[in-house]
């Protein structure tokens, strides 16, 4: 079946430590992107890529980095400069043709920093 | 500011009743609305979509309205079940630009 695949479901980590969401999706889609969701509000965009090797900011980049080496997949660097990072991550993608595609969400993962 | 909104963070309907969830948007550029369906620690599932060239779009118990001019669209669930319980977020993004705006989502309980 196709989908998208992240992992952990859970990540524990210490302040001060980088930490790296996965994201892999074999819906064969070009473009993907890191959706940050927190308590009672809605879905906060990261970071985005329509194509391969090119990706753009989203409203909350800061502390975040990304790349985008091969099409199925799109890890999220969660940085030590990120001043809130325990969240929920999700990671979605769409094809460009955007009007038959909506985006399509994996499972999430949770990051808890101590 | 939040181009996206959904004013009501929950909504309690009995089953087999209509639910109206409600989502107002700021951006005029916005031409395609999308409705997600979430339960928790689960990425949300794609429910239904419009273009801003129509004004409703129906699958089956679900039906989307868009009023252009008010900057605001609804879905409606007839007949509610109590599965239909999880929170719901709208969607939408502008044409030409791959990006797509969340509300906060609205909370509905169907009761039984």
């Known amino acids: 079946d196709g989908g998208i695949t992240q992992s952990p479901k859970y990540l524990f980590r210490k302040e001060g430590q980088n930490v790296t969401l996965s994201c892999e999706q074999n819906?064969?889609?070009?473009?993907m992107y890191w959706y940050r969701q927190d308590p009672g509000q809605g879905l906060r965009l990261i970071y985005y890529?329509?194509?391969?090797?090119?990706?753009q900011k989203g409203d909350i980049a800061e502390g975040y980095s990304v790349s985008r080496e091969k099409k199925e997949s799109f890890p999220l660097t969660v940085t030590s400069a990120q001043k809130n990072p325990t969240a929920f991550y999700l990671c979605?993608?769409?094809?460009?043709?955007?009007?038959?595609?909506?985006?399509?969400f994996g499972n999430g993962t949770r990051l808890t920093v101590t | 500011d939040q181009q996206v909104k959904q004013n009501s963070p929950s909504l309690s309907v009995q089953e087999g009743r209509i639910s109206i969830l409600n989502c107002d948007y700021t951006?005029?550029?916005?031409?395609?609305f999308l409705w997600y369906k979430k339960y928790p620690a689960e990425g949300p599932t794609f429910l239904i979509s419009?273009?801003?060239?129509?004004d409703k779009n129906e699958d089956g118990r679900f039906t989307v309205f868009l009023n252009k001019s008010a900057k605001h669209l609804s879905l409606h669930i007839v007949p509610s079940q109590p599965g239909d319980s999880a929170v719901y977020f709208c969607?939408?993004?502008?044409?030409?630009?791959?990006?797509?705006?969340f509300g906060s989502g609205t909370k509905l309980n169907v009761k039984p």
């Open positions: 819906l064969n889609h070009d473009a």
């Open positions: 951006n005029s550029m916005f031409d395609y």
């Open positions: 890529s329509q194509i391969v090797n090119d990706f």
């Open positions: 979605a993608s769409s094809a460009r043709d955007r009007d038959n595609s909506p985006l399509h």
């Open positions: 969607a939408a993004s502008e044409y030409n630009f791959n990006k797509f705006y």
């Open positions: 419009i273009s801003s060239i129509k």
